[in-house]
């Protein structure tokens, strides 16, 4: 297919510039001593310029989409086996997983898109709702490490799927987005593809996932590093990229996230996986991180490369490594608290508090 990336990247502007100035005046009326409220502060102000007003709404909308794939790597490089994938997204489908008990309590909906689980579901007896497999693009994605883990074309739909969706999801009143990921082997994937990105080598990008032991640690190092050879003359082709090492789910978060870049509707991050795929896009179009922000550090050590190469401050670092969009769901909370804070604390006019006091000449 033919993929217009170029009209898609040159729709990403910046947040408003004219909001955010005006936050950053209002926060130092507010009853409170300057600076007083820390990371909450800059979390406020970076709201009011996603949203374009000043002062900014907690997130009325806010949504989840956990894009979910299979990858043929798993085999060597996963503590599970492959069928965990589409009994996990059952799982989220039924309201079972830690993504859909956080986002119930964060007041956030949930959207499940299989793009490339390694299952035909009526086939396996399972009905599903039809939205579940509308941009779905193949049955798994192919071992990277021995061939491409998909075919241009393929790589292509799977990333203009992501930006429908993200059209989709914002059509439909979406103020705030999320995406999630669901895949065994897909830490392998965005291992092989951060590496690419950041120019590491393997041992640095390949965490332990699911829990793997040694062995399969060192299969997993050996299979980034494989994926990674084939791929090292495809800098500056970020598809060519997610065709040789990265897998349909990762290549439709970068079409999502671009996507919603495009629309002016903020992202809270999620870990690795997502990370990967955030790389990608940046790679793409440097302004769409303005509209990014990082909800968690995942123990997976490429992410810590991934939030460097951004210059993200994750929001939270509570040891998490599940995946699903559990740490954006996490973080979430802080965000709403930031926004509610410049929106709703009185300043010291409204509250007849005396402000503070100029330094004598």
Request: charged content about 20%; glycine content about 12%; aromatic content about 4%.
């Amino acid at each position: 297919m033919n993929l217009d990336l170029t009209s898609i990247v040159a729709r990403v502007d910046v947040p408003d510039e004219a909001a955010r100035g005006q936050a950053l005046v209002r926060q130092e009326h507010l009853t409170k001593p300057s600076g007083a409220l820390g990371r909450l502060e800059d979390l406020a102000v970076w709201l009011a310029a996603v949203q374009g007003t000043c002062p900014p709404t907690v997130p009325s909308q806010p949504r989840l989409v956990v894009f979910a794939g299979d990858h043929g790597v798993a085999a060597r490089t996963s503590a599970y086996p492959s069928a965990v994938t589409a009994q996990m997204v059952l799982n989220l489908l039924a309201g079972g997983a830690a993504a859909n008990v956080l986002a119930q309590q964060a007041g956030v909906g949930v959207r499940v898109l299989d793009i490339a689980v390694d299952i035909d579901w009526a086939a396996a007896g399972h009905d599903v709702p039809a939205d579940l497999t509308r941009h779905k693009v193949r049955r798994g994605s192919a071992p990277l490490d021995r061939t491409d883990a998909l075919t241009r074309d393929e790589a292509e739909r799977a990333f203009a799927a992501g930006v429908a969706v993200a059209d989709e999801e914002v059509d439909a009143g979406a103020d705030l987005l999320i995406a999630g990921d669901m895949g065994i082997g897909n830490t392998t994937a965005a291992a092989a593809l951060i590496g690419l990105l950041a120019h590491r080598g393997a041992v640095d990008v390949v965490g332990r996932g699911t829990g793997i032991d040694d062995d399969t640690w060192m299969a997993k190092c050996a299979a980034v590093r494989d994926g990674m050879f084939r791929a090292r003359d495809l800098g500056g082709d970020p598809i060519g990229q997610l065709a040789a090492v990265g897998g349909a789910d990762i290549a439709a978060i970068s079409g999502f996230l671009l996507g919603t870049a495009a629309r002016r509707v903020p992202v809270i991050l999620d870990g690795v996986v997502i990370g990967a795929a955030a790389l990608v896009t940046n790679a793409l179009s440097y302004r769409a991180r303005s509209w990014w922000l990082a909800g968690h550090r995942s123990v997976e050590p490429a992410h810590g490369i991934v939030l460097d190469r951004l210059r993200l401050e994750p929001i939270v670092d509570y040891r998490m490594r599940l995946g699903e969009g559990t740490g954006a769901l996490v973080a979430l909370s802080v965000v709403n608290g930031a926004a509610a804070t410049l929106a709703h604390m009185a300043t010291f006019d409204d509250a007849g508090v005396a402000g503070p006091v100029a330094p004598r000449p």
